[in-house]
């Protein structure tokens, strides 16, 4: 720790919005939950799970850094995945500092991983390459990969990183705090993130339906919370959510024989959103019908997706 708490307040403090950005499933999500040292951004083994912009906020005595989480950067077929890529998009051009981060998938070129730079490649603030999952990589790949990658982009600093194992995550923060300019608090300093809790009851049920549901029907589901009732004399918060899928066939494997599929999502995301708000919750999922959502504008309006 370099604040000695004996300075003036607020004189020598860092701030700042630092963009995480990458392809996805390289562990973007992962890497904010780690350095914030809790969950705020859903994470799942499936690729494109984050939908929007993260933002997380981390304080310490050097000052504050707002990072912020984004959509993987992929081709895009379908509205939603368009309004995902926008999203990466405005992230990189609002952003103090861009990370890009890879894994230790093999880099092809002209895939994801070149969209990914012609993002990166636009921004005139300061870049830093990050290779994650080091813990599945070995030392001696992971240098080779980030020696490679540093030659071929203008990157500040090159660093080997395990979100999961949380292996460098304190150089990254050092590294961060080297370039951030000096600035104040833009939160306050026991706020872990601006999102509303509305906002993470949706991407708790949506992280639920990834993990209960197979190949790619997790992305063609949606979910809208239709009511967020809290009532403190009782310790209790009432959810009801919509569950959007594109067509009839599925709806059906999102309820399941017997709705034990949609019973096991509502289970699971009810003991997650206990622990996280430290309250009771009812929770109430209903599966609606509309028609390829994923490609309509007026509804992924409707959805919060615009
Ligand atoms: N072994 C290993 N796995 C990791 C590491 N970081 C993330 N993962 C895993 O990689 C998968 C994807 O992680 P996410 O954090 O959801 O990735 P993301 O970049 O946010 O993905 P999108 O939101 O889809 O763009 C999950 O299964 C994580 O557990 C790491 O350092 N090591
Ligand atoms: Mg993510």
């Known amino acids: 720790m370099s604040g000695t ?10 701030s700042g919005f630092v963009a995480l950005l990458g392809r996805p499933n390289v562990g973007k999500s992962t890497l904010l939950n780690r350095i914030l040292g809790a969950k705020i951004a859903i994470v799942t083994p499936k690729p494109q799970t984050t939908r929007d912009r993260i933002a997380g906020i981390y304080t310490e005595p050097r ?8 959509p993987g950067i992929h081709h895009a077929r379908r509205a939603l995945n368009e309004y995902m890529i926008r999203t990466a998009e405005r992230i990189a051009a609002e952003a ?3 990370v890009h981060i890879v894994d230790d998938r093999p880099l092809v070129e002209g895939k994801e991983e070149s969209l990914v730079r012609g993002v990166i490649d636009r921004v005139s603030v300061p870049r830093l390459l990050v290779v994650n999952k080091a813990d599945r990589m070995g030392e001696t790949e992971a240098d080779r990969k980030r020696k ?7 990157y500040a600093r090159g660093l080997i990183l395990s979100a999961t194992k949380g292996r460098g995550v304190a150089e990254f923060l050092d590294c961060l705090f ?3 300019p000096e600035g104040p608090a833009y939160y306050p300093e026991d706020e872990l993130t601006d999102l509303p809790m509305r906002f993470i009851a949706k991407e708790v049920i949506r992280e639920k339906l990834f993990e209960f549901l197979s ?3 997790p992305y063609s589901v949606a979910v809208s919370i239709e009511e967020y009732k809290e009532d403190p004399e009782k310790n209790l918060i009432r959810i009801r959510a919509e569950i ?12 399941g024989r017997g709705g034990k599929v949609l019973r096991n999502i509502g289970t699971a995301a009810r003991q997650e959103l206990e622990k996280e708000t430290g309250e009771r919750v009812y929770l109430d999922l209903f599966v609606k019908v ?17």
């Not at 000052?63 to 984004?70: A, C, E, K, P, V």
């Not at 490679?148 to 203008?154: A, F, K, P, S």
């Open 244 to 255: 959007y899928v594109e067509r009839e066939s599925q709806k059906g494997m999102v309820i």
């Open 178 to 180: 080297g370039i951030l």
């Open 5 to 14: 708490g004996k300075e003036p307040e607020g004189e020598r403090r860092k």
């Open 215 to 217: 190949e790619e029907l």
């Open 148 to 154: 490679g990658l540093m030659e071929r982009g203008r």
């Open 63 to 70: 000052g504050q850094i707002i990072f912020l989480d984004s």
């Open 96 to 98: 103090d500092v861009v």
């Open 290 to 306: 509309e028609r390829d959502w994923s490609r309509k504008e007026t509804m992924l309006r409707r959805l919060g997706y615009a």
